[in-house]
């Protein structure tokens, strides 16, 4: 059975970065196909996609974002670590984690609340 | 404003059926496959369709999608109450190379 959990700090300032970490079981991000891919939805909003990081280290963010986002993965220890960089009240939002095989994004964290504010 | 384009709203009686429409263009909807979500405050979103009209495992027969052209449907029949939740169409869009998503339908279950 797959699982994942987010992690991190729910109450970030503006101009700080922010630290989400994904751990996860279930799966091995060191088999072929395998992913770990960030989302995250503002209050009453759209969900939007982040970053993906895959078994063999290729690497993809959202265009918008790029400059801000790194992703990493620890093999060793289950985790899939997501940084923002230059938070803004407008990064505001519950920010997901998610299993990827292949393009299909299978099984969710529960999501964690992030708010910007100083 | 989304990428893709989804009634902010619908409602219907237990029982009943309902429909939820995504619609794109051909750079995202009409070049893929399309996946939809249910979101419930508190809990992990859960795929419900993949590859426009595919189920996962354990998703009831309840739920069904459909495509054409540069639009999807996700129908819903024989509405329960745990029904009631957020529902988001997304997809892989070949000129922002980026997966985007409707805005989310809300599903009240009358």
């Known amino acids: 059975q797959i699982t994942l959990k987010e992690s991190g700090p729910t109450l970030v300032k503006p101009t700080q970065t922010l630290t989400q970490t994904c751990t996860f079981s279930?799966?091995?991000?060191?088999?072929?196909?395998?992913?770990v891919a960030w989302f995250r939805q503002p209050p009453g909003k759209a969900l939007e996609w982040l970053a993906l990081?895959?078994?063999?280290?290729?690497?993809r963010y959202s265009p918008s974002l790029k400059s801000r986002l790194t992703i990493t993965k620890d093999t060793s220890k289950n985790q899939v670590v997501l940084t923002l960089t230059n938070m803004d009240p407008v990064d505001t939002a519950t920010y997901y984690c998610?299993?990827?095989?292949?393009?299909?994004?299978?099984?969710w964290g529960q999501g964690t609340p992030v708010t910007v504010s100083s | 404003q989304s990428v893709l384009t989804q009634p902010p709203s619908v409602s219907a009686a237990p029982g009943q059926k309902v429909t939820i429409s995504c619609s794109g263009s051909i750079s995202n909807i009409g070049k893929g496959f399309v996946s939809w979500y249910q979101l419930i405050p508190g809990t992990a979103p859960k795929l419900l369709i993949y590859e426009s009209s595919k189920r996962p495992s354990g998703i009831p027969d309840r739920f069904s999608g459909s495509k054409s052209g540069t639009s999807v449907t996700l129908a819903i029949t024989g509405l329960q109450a745990g029904d009631e939740a957020d529902y988001f169409c997304g997809t892989w869009d070949t000129s922002l190379s980026l997966w985007v998503f409707g805005g989310g339908t809300k599903l009240t279950v009358l």
């Open positions: 998610t299993h990827v095989r292949g393009t299909l994004f299978d099984f």
């Open positions: 279930g799966f091995s991000l060191t088999s072929p196909g395998e992913g």
């Open positions: 990081i895959y078994w063999d280290d290729d690497r």
